[in-house]
C-alpha cells in the first residue's frame, strides 16, 4: 500500500504543487488542516511562503506547534520546504521584528547578505555524504525563492532526538542552511516541487523513508 | 556554489490555447499549453511564463484550470500575466498552483496594488511586468508604457522599477518596447539603467536573436532572460542559449535525466 502524505493546510504555500509531487512518487496526498489526519498520516508536508510572521500564526491557529511535537514523540516523519523550514527554527526575525518559532532546531532565521535578494533561482547544494534525502542528487540544482535563511547551525550532535543531524549547505552571497535530515525531522529551503526531476527523487527519497 | 542564470519561455495564451505561432515538430497538439510546457520542461527551461492575452472575463475560470493542469504537471515555477487587476485575480492565481503573477497596468493604475500584494502573498511572488521605451523628456530616457508599447504612462521607468521595488515586488520583468520583436539583441542600455536602481532580480524581456544575444543581457545585470517566438520556432533552443551562457562563464542548470 503506498504511503500516506499529509500536506498541511494552514493557508500558506503552494500546495497544489506538494500535492502533486508526492502523488507524482506514488504517494497517498491529501491537504488537512485536521490535527488528528496530519497526526497520523505516514508522512506530514508543512509547505509555507511569505512572511514568517504570517506563517507563525496559521501554524499557531491549527496548533502546528503541538502537531510536530506528537509526530516527533511518535517518531513520525515531517518535511518542511522554504518557510515550512524556517518555522522549525527558533525564531525569525523579519524588518528588525522577532517572531517565535518552533524552536525544534537552534538557530535564527535572519536576512541574506546579498547584493540581489530574494535568492530567487537554481543553486547547488553541498549534501555530506550521510544524506539521504539529497541520494542520486548531490550534484543536482534546485530551485530557492528567499530572502531569509539560516546562516548559522548551532546544534550539537546531542540533540534531544538523538539523532545526529546531518546538514546541507548552499551558498548566496554567504553561507546558509539549504536542508536538515534529524531524524524523523527534515526541512529544505529551497521548493523540491518545483525543482524539476531532481526534486521529485528528493520528495521519493523522502516518501520512501515512510511506512 | 553559485546561483544559475534562469531561461524562460514564454506563452502566450488566450483562452487557455497557446497563441503566436509555434511551430514545435514532436507537438501533437501546438496549442496545447501543457504539452508545450512539458516539452519545454524536458528540454532545461528553468521556469515558465504564461501571458494570458485573453481579453474577455468570462475566459479567465480557462486560465485559472490551465493553471492548474499546469501545477499538476510541470514541476517547475510557473509565472502567470496578463490582466491581473486585484488582490482576489492574485489569489485565485496562487491557489490554482502559479508560483508567481506579474502585474503590469493595474500597478501602473493603482501603485499601492503593488504594496498590498507583496504585503499579503509574499515579495517573492509578486512581479511587477514593465514595459519601457526610449522617451525623451523622461529623467533617465526610458519611458514606461502601456497598450503593449503604444501609449505612454507618463512615468520614468527606472523610477517606476526602483518605486516597485520600494513597495515590496521581488521581480522585474523588463521587457523592452524598442528590442522588442527586433532579433537584434537585448536592451543593454536599459538593463543597465534599472540594474542601477534595483537591488532585485531582473528578467531581461525583448529582442533575442541568437544565443549570444544572453550572455550579454546577464553580464549588463540582468538575473534570467525571457523569449517567446525563438524558441517556439526552434530558431534557437535552450541548449544552445545554456552553451553560449556556459561559453561566457555564466553558470547554467543542466539537469541531468533522471527519472524514467
Not at chain 1, 105 to 111: E, L, M
Not at chain 2, 207 to 214: R, T
Given at each position: 500500500m503506498s504511503p500516506t502524505v499529509a500536506v498541511l493546510d494552514y493557508g500558506f504555500g503552494n500546495v497544489r504543487s506538494a500535492l502533486r509531487a508526492a502523488e507524482h512518487v506514488g504517494a497517498t496526498a491529501i491537504l488537512s488542516s485536521d490535527f488528528d489526519t496530519?497526526?497520523?498520516?505516514?508522512?506530514?508536508?508543512?509547505?509555507?511562503?511569505?512572511?514568517?510572521?504570517?506563517?507563525?500564526?496559521?501554524?499557531?491557529?491549527?496548533?502546528?506547534?503541538?502537531?510536530?511535537?506528537?509526530?516527533?514523540?511518535?517518531?513520525?516523519?515531517?518535511?518542511?520546504?522554504?518557510?515550512?523550514?524556517?518555522?522549525?527554527?527558533?525564531q525569525g526575525i523579519e524588518h528588525g521584528m522577532s517572531t517565535r518559532g518552533l524552536g525544534q532546531?537552534?538557530?535564527?532565521?535572519?536576512?541574506l547578505l546579498a547584493p540581489i535578494v530574494p535568492h530567487m533561482g537554481w543553486n547547488t547544494v553541498a549534501p555530506p555524504a550521510s544524506?539521504?534525502?539529497?541520494?542520486?542528487?548531490?550534484?543536482?540544482?534546485?530551485?530557492?525563492?528567499?530572502?531569509?535563511?539560516?546562516?548559522?547551525?548551532?546544534?550539537?550532535?546531542?540533540?534531544?532526538?538523538?539523532?545526529?543531524?546531518i546538514v546541507t549547505w548552499s551558498d548566496y552571497g554567504a553561507p546558509f542552511v539549504a536542508a536538515v535530515e534529524n531524524g524523523p525531522l527534515s526541512a529544505v529551503q529551497f521548493h523540491p516541487e518545483k525543482s524539476g526531476e531532481a526534486g521529485l527523487t528528493l520528495i521519493n527519497n523522502w516518501v520512501g523513508t515512510l511506512t | 556554489m553559485t546561483l544559475a542564470?534562469?531561461?524562460?519561455?514564454?506563452?502566450?495564451?488566450?483562452?487557455?490555447r497557446v497563441?503566436?505561432?509555434?511551430?514545435?515538430?514532436?507537438?501533437?497538439?501546438?496549442?496545447?499549453?501543457?504539452?508545450?510546457?512539458?516539452?519545454?520542461g524536458a528540454a532545461g527551461i528553468d521556469e515558465l511564463v504564461f501571458?494570458?492575452?485573453?481579453?474577455?472575463?468570462?475566459?479567465?475560470?480557462?486560465?485559472?484550470?490551465?493553471?492548474?493542469?499546469?501545477?499538476?504537471?510541470?514541476?517547475?515555477?510557473?509565472?502567470?500575466?496578463?490582466?491581473?487587476?486585484?488582490?482576489?485575480?492574485?489569489?485565485?492565481?496562487?491557489?490554482?498552483?502559479?508560483?508567481k503573477v506579474s502585474i503590469n497596468t493595474a500597478a501602473i493604475a493603482r501603485p499601492e496594488l503593488l504594496r498590498e500584494a507583496?504585503?499579503?502573498?509574499?515579495?517573492?511572488?509578486?512581479?511587477?511586468?514593465?514595459?519601457?521605451?526610449?522617451?525623451?523628456?523622461?529623467?533617465?530616457?526610458?519611458?514606461?508604457?502601456?497598450?503593449?508599447?503604444?501609449?505612454?504612462?507618463?512615468?520614468?521607468?527606472?523610477?517606476?522599477?526602483?518605486?516597485?521595488?520600494?513597495?515590496?515586488?521581488?521581480?522585474?520583468?523588463?521587457?523592452?518596447?524598442?528590442?522588442?520583436?527586433?532579433?537584434?539583441?537585448f536592451d543593454l542600455e536599459l538593463i543597465t539603467a534599472v540594474r542601477g536602481a534595483v537591488n532585485i532580480p531582473i528578467i531581461a524581456s525583448g529582442?533575442?536573436?541568437?544565443?549570444?544575444?544572453?550572455a550579454a543581457a546577464i553580464n549588463a545585470g540582468a538575473q534570467a532572460v525571457l523569449a517567446a517566438s525563438i524558441f517556439h520556432f526552434g530558431e534557437v533552443s535552450i541548449a544552445q542559449v545554456k552553451s553560449a551562457l556556459k561559453a561566457d562563464s555564466i553558470p547554467v542548470r543542466e539537469p541531468t535525466r533522471l527519472v524514467s
Open positions: 496530519c497526526l497520523n498520516a505516514d508522512g506530514l508536508i508543512i509547505p509555507g511562503v511569505g512572511a514568517y510572521a504570517a506563517c507563525m500564526a496559521g501554524i499557531d491557529s491549527v496548533r502546528g506547534g503541538a502537531l510536530v511535537d506528537a509526530r516527533m514523540v511518535a517518531k513520525r516523519p515531517v518535511l518542511g520546504i522554504c518557510v515550512g523550514m524556517q518555522i522549525m527554527f527558533e532546531w537552534p538557530g535564527t532565521v535572519d536576512h544524506s539521504s534525502l539529497f541520494a542520486g542528487v548531490e550534484t543536482e540544482m534546485f530551485y530557492f525563492v528567499h530572502s531569509y535563511a539560516v546562516q548559522e547551525w548551532t546544534m550539537s550532535d546531542t540533540d534531544p532526538y538523538q539523532h545526529p543531524p | 542564470a534562469r531561461v524562460i519561455a514564454c506563452l502566450d495564451v488566450d483562452g487557455g497563441v503566436k505561432g509555434v511551430n514545435f515538430v514532436d507537438l501533437v497538439d501546438a496549442g496545447d499549453p501543457i504539452e508545450l510546457a512539458s516539452l519545454y501571458l494570458d492575452i485573453t481579453a474577455s472575463s468570462s475566459d479567465r475560470e480557462t486560465t485559472l484550470e490551465l493553471v492548474r493542469r499546469s501545477a499538476d504537471q510541470v514541476f517547475i515555477p510557473v509565472t502567470v500575466g496578463g490582466g491581473i487587476r486585484s488582490i482576489e485575480d492574485i489569489d485565485a492565481l496562487l491557489r490554482a498552483g502559479a508560483d507583496a504585503q499579503r502573498f509574499g515579495s517573492q511572488c509578486i512581479v511587477l511586468s514593465l514595459d519601457a521605451r526610449r522617451e525623451s523628456g523622461q529623467p533617465s530616457g526610458f519611458g514606461v508604457t502601456t497598450h503593449g508599447g503604444r501609449e505612454s504612462a507618463g512615468l520614468d521607468a527606472v523610477e517606476w522599477a526602483q518605486r516597485a521595488a520600494e513597495f515590496g515586488v521581488g521581480e522585474i520583468l523588463l521587457n523592452s518596447m524598442d528590442a522588442d520583436g527586433t532579433k537584434t539583441g529582442g533575442a536573436g541568437v544565443p549570444s544575444d544572453f
